[in-house]
Structure formats: structure tokens, C-alpha cells
């Protein structure tokens, strides 16, 4: 009996079309990011574990893929080896780019000139539960720069989130917070050994409202007074200098508070003289990743689509000190294609030409006026323009629905006759008009 064909779950077939608009996804990425000298990075699928357990957490360790040593490797084990699982698994699926990037900047800090600047689009994978939108196998595009601590970074990683985002097309809002505002504000209230819980809290704010967050907070152990100080800044409106200008007032105690504060004004000083066509919020209640953040952190969210973050991102201190190599500041963020994705198909963003892998076709009617379509051929090729001929002489309709279904915008027809003429007839597959060319002009027609 025949095998019956599958893939694991939580992984996918991509079928051409698909690939074609992930390209498009990919390209468009990674042209901005060479624009601002970013130097492409791959790193291998498998680590070794060490370099990644303890890294992600207890969680994040759970859903690590683990790989088996390789060959006959456990066949020659006794029960006792083959019960002490370090033995047969010493390397596993890197989990995301980021721990490998720390690992090889570390690696080969003697070769790399800092600030090193890298991007870096590969593919992670994570042993979790799939569900809608949650894969085990998934894409991820990072940019960082690594090796100082300019707040210059912050801004160019904000122009590049609006220049990608105005190429593919979708509106988008991008929030920005500071850890060590974060940090002020815990120590305001009294109660810096909570920032976590107060972080927590806080980052439900939009979710389940202002009078659950303040029962919360009594939950994780606040007192009432502290709960009452944090009210004024859960509730804090208006533009970002207008909360900028009162959240100096609440935090004018905390030196780290205050540090974050000027951080903010800083960038958003920049982002002002370069006029970006973006709106930029300082949202007091986006917290993302706190164990690994230490300055800004930013995430983005389209305006016209229902989805979670789209990219998100922030500053780290020490990264690289898991590996032996303290005080190397960092800042990078990391655009989810699968959402990117998810929203320019919701919205059909994407243009038609990346439909079709081929723009022209060439029907095949017989021996010569297949020998005439290949000089044609190679001229459009020459020119850039893809261009096929249907392989075999089969009836003009089958080849037309071979066309349609291919989605290729264009087919030239030569017959016996337009060999005579030296013409050829072009139809245009979208709007169904057609013309005839000389076989001399039929590059500057298509083109």
C-alpha cells in the first residue's frame, strides 16, 4: 500500500505563489536594510545546547527541538548512556537568530569591526503547540547593530521600520517605551523589588482596564498607597511631550527613571528633524521581553489590520556576557514575515506582477514558428523580460488556459501568417486587447 504523504505539524509546504509574495516580503526587507549598511549573517540551523539552554528561560527550554547524535550513535550506548539524554543530544534548533548572533559575535570578536552591523533572515523553530498563526518552523528578519551605545542606532532602526513598511505598502503605528522609565516608576511608588509584577500589571492595561490592573497590583502584594501614586501615570494623556513633561514631575526622585526620560527626548529630538511619515507614540504600558531589554523597546502594529505586533525590538547591555564578553550594549529588531504576510493578503497589497513568474508566453504552433519564437525568446530574456513557449504544439485553447492559470500577463501568438509579415500578435491576458508587432519592435512593446 502507496504511503500516504504528510509534513510534521506546525510546518508548511509554500507554493510558488506564496513564494513569489514572501520574496517580495523578503527583498523589500532586505533592501532597507542594506540601504543603512547592515552586512547580511547566516548562522547554522543547529546549535550546540549549551549555547542555547538557559538562555529563553524554563519555558523557552521546554520548546527547544533537541537533535539525536547522529547515525548508529545510540546502538552503541549501554542503558544506563542511554537513559542520561545529554549523552545522545548535544545539539538542538536554533530557537531564534538572536542567541546565535551573540554567540558568533563572540566567537569572532578578533575579526568583526565594532559597531558590527548585521541582518540576518532565517528560519527558527520552536516544539510548541500549532495553532492558528503559530508555527513550529517560522521565519524571523533581524537588524542589529552591536558595540555602542548611540541613541543614533534607535533612530535608524525607526527610519528602517517606516521605509520597509511605506515599501510594502501597510499603515503603520509604531510604540516606543524605555526599561529604565519602566525602572523609575517601580522605584517611584516604592516598590523597585516589583518591578516585574508592577510591569506585568501594567502591560494589561489596554486589555482588561484600569480598575482590574489596580486589583492586580494588590494581588501581587502592592499597598494601596503605592497603587494610588501609579494611578496619575497609568493615566497619563495627551502628546509624547505632554506625558514626557508630567512623567518628569512623577519621576523626578529616580535617577534611572530620569536617565530613561532624556533617552526618549533624545531619539524623538532626531525623529523630528527627520520629518518621518510615522506616527510614534511613547506607550507607558509596552513592557516586551523585560529579562532581556535594558534601554528603548519599540513595537509596531498595523492600522488597518486585526493582528498582533508586526515587529518589535529593543536595547540590550549585555547580551554577549553569557558567553564571557561583558558590557557589549546592542540594539535590533525583528520583523515577523509570517504577520507581514498575513496582513498584505488581508489587505491585497501586493502588486500584480509578483503573481507571475513569467511575463510572457509564446503559444506553440508548429516547428517553424516555434523556431521564430526562440530569436524572440532570447531577445526578451536579454532584455530582463521572462518569457517561456508552451513545450509542445497542443490546441490554442489549452495553451491560453495554461496562461490564465499561470496568471502570465502577456502571450504572443505566431502563426503562419504573422511568419510571413514578420509580426507578431500580442495579447494582453488582463484586459483582453491585442495587437499586432514587428518582431523588430517586440522587446519595446512589452517592455
Not at 521564430?372 to 485553447?397: C, F, H, N, V, W
Not at 501568438?413 to 491585442?434: C, H, N, W, Y
Request: negative net charge.
Amino acid at each position: 500500500m502507496a504511503q500516504k504523504p504528510s509534513i510534521p505539524k506546525g510546518t508548511r509546504d509554500f507554493s510558488p505563489l506564496e513564494m513569489m509574495r514572501r520574496q517580495y516580503i523578503f527583498d523589500t526587507i532586505r533592501g532597507v536594510f542594506r540601504l543603512y549598511g547592515f552586512a547580511p549573517l547566516e548562522t547554522p540551523s543547529m546549535e550546540n545546547l549549551s549555547t542555547l539552554l538557559g538562555k529563553y528561560g524554563d519555558e523557552g527550554d521546554k520548546l527547544l527541538f533537541k537533535i539525536l547524535n547522529s547515525g548508529d550513535y545510540a546502538s552503541k550506548l549501554n542503558d544506563e548512556e542511554v537513559r542520561q539524554a545529554s549523552k545522545i543530544c548535544e545539539k538542538g534548533l536554533r530557537y531564534d537568530l538572536t542567541v546565535p548572533f551573540a554567540r558568533y559575535v563572540v566567537q569572532h570578536q578578533g575579526e568583526l569591526t565594532f559597531p558590527f552591523k548585521r541582518y540576518q533572515i532565517q528560519p527558527v523553530w520552536r516544539a510548541d503547540r500549532p495553532q492558528k498563526g503559530r508555527y513550529r518552523e517560522f521565519y524571523q528578519c533581524d537588524v542589529d547593530v552591536i558595540g555602542t551605545r548611540s541613541l543614533l542606532c534607535e533612530v535608524e532602526l525607526i527610519e528602517i521600520v517606516e521605509r520597509v513598511f511605506r515599501a510594502l505598502g501597510i499603515r503603520v503605528a509604531l510604540k516606543m517605551n524605555n526599561r529604565k522609565i519602566l525602572y523609575g516608576i517601580a522605584e517611584a511608588i516604592g516598590h523597585a523589588d516589583k518591578m516585574m509584577d508592577i510591569t506585568i500589571a501594567i502591560d494589561k492595561l489596554e486589555k482588561i482596564g484600569l480598575d482590574n490592573v489596580k486589583a492586580e497590583l494588590l494581588e501581587r502584594g502592592l499597598e494601596q498607597e503605592a497603587v494610588d501614586k501609579l494611578q496619575p501615570i497609568l493615566e497619563l494623556s495627551g502628546d509624547n511631550t505632554q506625558k514626557l513633561a508630567k512623567l518628569k514631575e512623577v519621576l523626578s526622585a529616580s535617577e534611572t527613571g530620569m536617565k530613561g526620560i532624556e533617552e526618549i527626548e533624545t531619539v524623538f529630538g532626531y525623529l523630528e528633524q527627520q520629518h518621518l511619515d510615522l506616527n510614534v507614540e511613547l506607550d507607558l504600558s509596552l513592557a516586551r521581553g523585560l529579562n532581556y531589554y535594558t534601554g528603548a523597546i519599540f513595537e509596531v502594529k498595523a492600522l488597518d489590520f486585526a493582528i498582533g505586533s508586526i515587529c518589535g525590538g529593543g536595547r540590550y547591555d549585555d547580551l554577549t556576557g553569557i558567553f564571557g564578553m561583558p558590557n557589549t550594549s546592542g540594539v535590533g529588531i525583528s520583523f515577523g514575515a509570517d504577520r507581514i504576510y498575513d496582513v498584505m493578503t488581508g489587505l491585497e497589497l501586493f502588486p500584480e506582477d509578483v503573481n507571475c513568474s513569467t511575463k510572457v508566453l509564446f503559444v506553440n504552433l508548429g516547428q517553424k514558428e516555434e523556431a521564430a519564437s526562440m530569436t524572440l525568446i532570447k531577445q526578451l530574456r536579454d532584455a530582463g523580460i521572462a518569457a517561456e513557449i508552451y513545450p509542445e504544439s497542443s490546441k490554442m485553447k489549452k495553451q491560453m488556459e495554461y496562461a490564465n492559470r499561470r496568471s502570465i500577463p502577456y502571450v504572443v501568438i505566431i502563426g503562419s501568417q504573422e511568419l510571413e509579415e514578420s509580426m507578431a500578435t500580442v495579447k494582453d491576458m488582463r484586459s483582453g486587447d491585442q495587437q499586432k508587432v514587428s518582431f523588430a519592435e517586440i522587446v519595446k512593446s512589452i517592455k
